[in-house]
């Protein structure tokens, strides 16, 4: 088993309102894990912490795995607050961390040390890109950039797609890190009984139960 990569963290992004899913996406069951759970198991090997970006008063899934909790300061902002405040919040000496959602279930562990490996000394960002666009929320980014974060969304700016251009960025083909079915979001019922079939797992109760 491989070590964890030094001064590293990945960031987990789960306080999205997820609309078009209809049932908040995080503690959707995954197996015998959640989508949350099973994103933290998954990166938390390559990463020397977890940090997980949730919403003011969200309900969190149980972990496998060791995990930080931090929480939106602006809440409504979008993605590239929870990109700024996770960055803002790894520990003394961290210099980079994945950002990715928690709505990826199809991500390896193997793929993100690629992820890590590809970011050089003179780049901002690795960030996976396939023919048609970028995916800035399956990427690694030097901790400096939560600056640029921070001012583009004083301008009044949420791109996480003009956040990526400020950046220099080393583009990562999903070929590289295993094959697109890396990039299979979760963000309707559809995509997320697709997504259990890809990962050879039974399909699971839409909508969930409610919690007791």
Do not use: W
């Not at 080393?170 to 890809?198: I, K, M």
């Amino acid at each position: 088993m491989q070590s964890p990569i030094p001064q590293s963290a990945a960031i987990i992004l789960c306080g999205g309102q997820s609309r078009r899913m209809g049932a908040e996406k995080a503690s959707l069951a995954f197996g015998a894990e959640t989508l949350l759970s099973r994103i933290a198991r998954i990166v938390s090997p390559v990463v020397t912490e977890t940090i997980i970006v949730a919403a003011p008063q969200q309900t969190l899934p149980k972990f496998s795995v060791d995990v930080r909790v931090v929480y939106d300061e602006t809440p409504g902002l979008g993605p590239l607050e929870g990109v700024r405040c996770g960055l803002d919040s790894v520990g003394p000496g961290v210099d980079r961390a994945l950002v990715c959602g928690c709505d990826t279930p199809l991500i390896t562990t193997e793929a993100v040390r690629i992820l890590f490996e590809k970011l050089d000394d003179l780049c901002d960002a690795a960030v996976t890109a396939d023919i048609e666009r970028m995916h800035p929320t399956f990427g690694v980014y030097r901790v400096h950039a939560a600056g640029v974060a921070a001012r583009q969304l004083l301008a009044g700016e949420r791109s996480l797609h003009g956040f990526v251009r400020h950046l220099s960025i080393t583009a990562v083909s999903p070929a590289e890190l295993g094959g697109d079915q890396l990039l299979h979001n979760v963000n309707t019922p559809e995509e997320y009984a697709s997504a259990l079939l890809a990962a050879g797992l039974p399909p699971a109760e839409f909508p969930p139960p409610s919690a007791p």
